[in-house]
């Protein structure tokens, strides 16, 4: 029998790889123990298990996974043999200078590279000979799953390209040679990735000893973006191979009891298919008292509430795939036999059982449309603002070997694993792979908007704002009080917005801005008409109080405009007066920015009043298009295409020294300046609601959605168009101002 050295190689990947790198040793410890069990003495070399392992970065903006190569050829020495797993985050058939480097160096009688398929992973399919011609130092190319034809391959002298075939009983395989690694210094490994990778939420976290598995080996059905069960004939019928539930529990208890596995990471390709199968799973589960992940996720139509009961407590996320939110797509392009009516019912379980649920979307199919993609995304959203089902949108990638690919040319691709998460490469797509990616940025920055609680403090105003509603809300102070700030950080809300009104009329306000602080909130705003602030030693007392942003409107760049806009004649020196007391004691933390309504009477003097944030010593200014509140009518408006062009060229202008933003302005207006545009679905408020109406739904009522919102890239963050009629309110209160 021969001296065999199985490797787990290290490999360069990108930050945004695909699925699970640092659980891919799994199929090195199952090969070694098959090895071992055909008799051969073996050893096992683990990158991820070595001194100095972790992740590290390169010159070339990827990052090294595992231990230098030297450590690794030293832990190989000398050997009859060296089969060297060979990953889907190798990039085949794509030479990866990691892998290469550690051939070039390894010296043995023969090198095998084998694929050790264990399911879970993105499987990409590579012609052998293309990939022995990659690796000239490979004596070996064993594709597929290598148990069944590994004993033949180590006993004789065989070269070339091997096709492996699945097994048919997983029982009969032996459970993986974990007694073999290192698992303390494994411990470190994942410690230092997690360290260097630097996330701050993990959905499938990496804890304690988290060991991975496998329960089931591919998958029964058809999905055109799928890769599992990449081994079986042309046109065979695609399986699943199960362990028994004695076996699966022989493996769960060595996993836990020998090896000290806190967390099991389960890389099944569908857990939970066969229900009987899962039962078994979670009964051993609840026995061992450990936790568990299943990050390729499972079948909606499957999963019910019972499962979920079970599993709180024990995962920290569960995965479901959609696929996409419109049922045509799902079953007409995808292949999918799901009803989308099973993911929302997940959805909903899911949230009554407290678990946290993550569903898969795809969008850029072939004969997806923009309006069904903008289908899916309105799906995903109303599940998460129903129930807090976190949203995972992907590209539609065309990996080789997967219907999606078959019959198009593909692009040169060396690493398939960002363009899930990064760039479009589906060829026949309806949808360009610009507007695409606008169609992601839109959901990811609607999903990375923190929530905002704003408050409008008071009725009362010192001012007479021609658009504004606090003169005729019937009431001078509102009733937001210090058990309404704890209440909304207990939900972990950590911005927060004071408004009015007025204020800083209220003698609340810096009370209140005091008591958010002392509870955690990271953003205080206050929206001011700044004219108390005229009084310096209240200005200094106001920035200083714990707020982080003051914004102070003014509508005019001199007196005349701005009096005409606000209805008080001195109120343009007090309000530029307090913004120089404001810049004066404001902390260097303290964001100080100009609020501008852009109204008929002032569009034509947004340089000025860009000139005159600047002369202040302001750093940022916000306009604001009329929103159809209060007294914001038709008759105050500007033309909105023109107003958004002003606005352009104010930005092309003073760009460079001030951040300006637009509010209230669909993208579509300015499409190349969404970078400046605040989408108010981009901010998700809640709000303080006052007695006499609910600000959200006025305004939600108030919005339209026109026919080029229905294929638009920035749906998910833009709710259409505000329509202003010619009074939003009874005609005499408009009229008495």
């Not at 065979?236 to 699966?248: E, F, G, N, Y």
């Not at 799906?379 to 995972?392: K, M, N, Q, T």
Request: one cysteine or more; charged letters at 25%.
């Amino acid at each position: 029998m021969a001296r065999v050295v199985v490797v787990h190689p290290p490999t360069s990947i990108a930050r945004d790889f695909i699925d699970y790198p640092y659980m891919a040793d799994l199929g090195a410890a199952q090969v070694a123990a098959v090895a071992r069990e055909a008799g051969h003495e073996v050893r096992l070399v683990d990158a991820l298990a070595l001194p100095g392992a972790g992740l590290s970065e390169r010159s070339d903006g990827r990052l090294h996974l595992g231990a230098p190569v030297s450590a690794v050829l030293a832990a190989i020495g000398d050997a009859d043999l060296v089969l060297v797993a060979y990953t889907p985050f190798h990039r085949p058939p794509h030479r990866d200078e990691v892998l290469g480097e550690l051939l070039a160096g390894v010296r043995a009688g023969r090198v095998i590279l084998a694929d050790c398929y264990q399911s879970g992973q993105h499987y990409v399919e590579a012609d052998g000979e293309a990939i022995l011609a990659s690796y000239p130092e490979a004596d070996t190319y064993l594709k597929y799953e290598a148990e069944v034809s590994l004993p033949a391959v180590l006993a004789g002298d065989v070269r070339g390209v091997v096709r492996g075939v699945e097994p048919e009983d997983l029982d009969a395989l032996p459970l993986p040679a974990w007694d073999l690694v290192d698992l303390a210094a494994r411990d470190r490994f994942c410690a230092a990735f997690v360290a260097v990778l630097g996330r701050s939420e993990w959905a499938f976290p990496i804890d304690g000893r988290t060991l991975p598995l496998v329960t089931s080996r591919g998958c029964p059905f058809r999905c055109t973006h799928c890769s599992s069960n990449p081994g079986r004939a042309e046109g065979a019928p695609k399986t699943q191979r199960r362990l028994s539930a004695s076996r699966l529990r022989a493996h769960l208890e060595e996993l836990v009891r020998v090896h000290g596995a806190t967390r099991l990471e389960v890389l099944d390709e569908l857990i939970n298919v066969n229900e009987r199968h899962f039962d078994s799973f979670l009964e051993a589960i609840d026995a061992l008292d450990v936790k568990f992940d299943v990050p390729n996720g499972m079948r909606a139509d499957y999963l019910f509430a019972e499962h979920l009961e079970k599993m709180r407590g024990r995962v920290r996320t569960v995965s479901v795939s959609a696929e996409s939110g419109v049922q045509r797509v799902v079953s007409e392009v995808v292949g999918k036999r799901l009803d989308l009516a099973a993911i929302v019912r997940v959805a909903g379980d899911a949230h009554r059982a407290g678990v946290a649920l993550m569903i898969h979307y795809i969008i850029g199919l072939p004969g997806e449309t923009a309006v069904e993609i903008n289908g899916t995304l309105s799906f995903a959203l109303d599940l998460f603002e129903r129930f807090g089902a976190i949203p995972a949108v992907q590209f539609a990638t065309p990996l080789p070997g997967t219907e999606l690919a078959r019959g198009r040319r593909l692009p040169v691709v060396t690493d398939w694993g960002p363009m899930f998460q990064m760039a479009p490469s589906q060829p026949g797509a309806l949808v360009s792979s610009e507007e695409l990616t606008r169609f992601k940025r839109s959901l990811d920055e609607r999903m990375r908007a923190p929530e905002l609680l704003r408050v409008q403090l008071t009725y009362a105003c010192n001012n007479r704002c021609t658009f504004c509603a606090s003169t005729t809300s019937g009431g001078e102070r509102a009733t937001t009080t210090r058990d309404d700030l704890a209440r909304h950080a207990r939900r972990g809300v950590r911005a927060v917005s004071f408004e009015g009104g007025e204020p800083t009329l209220d003698p609340e306000l810096i009370p209140l801005i005091q008591h958010a602080h002392a509870l955690g909130y990271r953003e205080i705003a206050v929206v001011t008409n700044g004219r108390r602030c005229f009084y310096e030693p209240y200005a200094r007392a106001l920035v200083r109080s714990g707020v982080t942003r003051v914004e102070v409107s003014v509508h005019g760049a001199d007196a005349a405009l701005h009096a005409a806009h606000v209805g008080v004649s001195e109120a343009f020196e007090q309000a530029m007066q307090g913004l120089a007391h404001c810049v004066r004691h404001a902390p260097a933390h303290v964001d100080l920015a100009m609020n501008v309504t852009v109204t008929a009477r002032n569009v034509d003097a947004l340089d000025a009043l860009a000139e005159l944030a600047l002369g202040a010593g302001l750093t940022r200014l916000n306009l604001h298009f009329l929103t159809p509140f209060g007294k914001g009518t038709r008759a105050l408006a500007p033309d909105t295409a023109l107003a958004a062009e002003a606005a352009a060229r104010t930005i092309d202008r003073f760009g460079d020294r001030l951040r300006i933003r637009l509010l209230n302005l669909p993208s579509c207006f300015l499409p190349r300046y969404e970078a400046q545009i605040v989408s108010d679905r981009a901010v998700r408020s809640s709000f303080t609601h006052t007695e006499t109406v609910d600000l959200p739904a006025f305004l939600a009522a108030r919005r339209v959605k026109k026919q080029v919102c229905e294929g638009c890239p920035r749906a998910s963050v833009c709710d259409g168009f505000f329509e202003l009629d010619d009074s939003s309110q009874p005609r005499w209160l408009v009229a008495a101002v």
